[in-house]
């Protein structure tokens, strides 16, 4: 089996790639954009092909002679969409057996219906990133429509060794900025990179080949309280943990995203060539906007957050206000509230997760201890450092 795999020089991409060449009866080609994050896979001593999905031609070389394709590929919405069309084309091409696609559960949206519980619920996709995955998905479906096998893993955020997302929360830990909502009690999804990489592994020989998405999670009923308490011994003297409720959450989070989309909108207005030719033939303007975009970026990011502050919409309660500081992504991220079901992977791929959610928790702090020196010699001084 000649497996290509894109973005190989990611996090799943990488581990699924360790995992191939550990089995030792495959013929694996890694895929990678470029070499700057391809650390893991260039001390093992293979060869890298380099490729850009955007390049109709560089994805045909790519996989030529591949049988079987891996995308593990991300990236804005014009690589995840035309990289999609572009690896599609190259497979119906070279008459490729399987194509093996990496799907997200914000195709759901940050609110998921109850009913997102299976796959057959309704997408309603977070904008930007949840919509182009579901772009790629109803592809991945037209193309196993017209006879290609294509199987759709679908993945919640990303935990174990290596993990950016346990970093993100462990830093917001150290810093105040994780309010835990209603207690800690909310439902949380989390994968387990390994356990990605044996699901890949199965999905390139599993009989069910329909393009339809399958949840692939650690399982168990693990919640947000349950996380913090796990990295709680990596985050050392940190402030008591704050706590929202459910209506105070959805007002934070209400408020950053009006903010963030007013923010998107005048970002495209000033990007508008009438835009830019007003400013460029108004030569005040086009002076006090060079001034004023050189000198903000040169002031603390303290001073900077509370610039921006002043622009928050008024009118909402003071409550949500004060607790600026607050990590609304993470805040958000407990409000999802429906644990997804693996039941579907159980049954055609044969999935069983080797790391539930404890082996993998501990897993990512002796990985994180051995990484950074926790707890050892240096520590303190590190800490400080960091």
Known sequence: ??????????????????????????????????????????????????????????????????????????GTTDVLVKGMKNILAACRSYQVERLVHLSSVLIYGDRPDPASVRESARPRPSPGYGQAKLRQDRLAQAAAGRGLAVVVLCIPN???????YLAEIL?????????????????????????????????LVCEQADGQR?????????????????????????????????EQAAALTLEKGLLAAARR?????????????????????????????????????WVQHRLLSLSEPRGLRPSTRLQAHHSARLVQHQLRGVRHSIARAEAVLGYAPAYDFK????????????????????????????
């Open 171 to 203: 830093a917001a830990l150290r810093q105040g900025t994780l309010p835990l909502v209603q207690g800690g009690g909310q439902p949380i999804n989390l994968v387990d990179v390994r356990n990605v990489a044996a699901a890949l592994e199965q999905a």
């Open 214 to 246: 399958m949840f692939v999670t650690d399982g168990g009923d693990a919640t947000w309280q349950d996380l913090v308490n796990e990295l709680a011994p990596l985050a050392d003297e940190c402030p008591p943990w704050p706590t929202l409720s459910r």
């Open 359 to 386: 082996a993998s928790m501990a897993s990512y702090r002796a990985w994180y201890a051995e990484m950074h020196g926790h707890g050892g010699r240096f520590w303190d001084l590190y800490r400080q450092l960091l």
């Open 1 to 74: 089996m000649k497996v290509a795999v894109l973005g190989a020089s990611g996090l799943i991409g990488a581990t699924f790639v360790e995992r191939l060449l550990a089995a030792g009866k495959y013929d694996v080609r890694p895929i990678i954009h470029s070499s700057g994050n391809a650390w893991r896979l260039a001390r093992l001593g293979i060869d890298l092909t380099p490729a850009d999905v955007l390049s109709p031609d560089a994805v045909r070389r790519a996989l030529a002679g591949s049988s079987h394709v891996v995308d593990c590929t991300a």
């Open 158 to 164: 990303v935990s174990g060794p290596y993990s950016p």
């Open 265 to 301: 909108t005048a970002g495209r207005i000033l990007q508008l060539q009438e835009v830019k030719t007003i400013v460029k033939n108004e030569e005040a303007l086009a002076s006090a906007y060079r001034r004023v975009g050189t000198r903000f970026r040169t002031l603390p990011s």
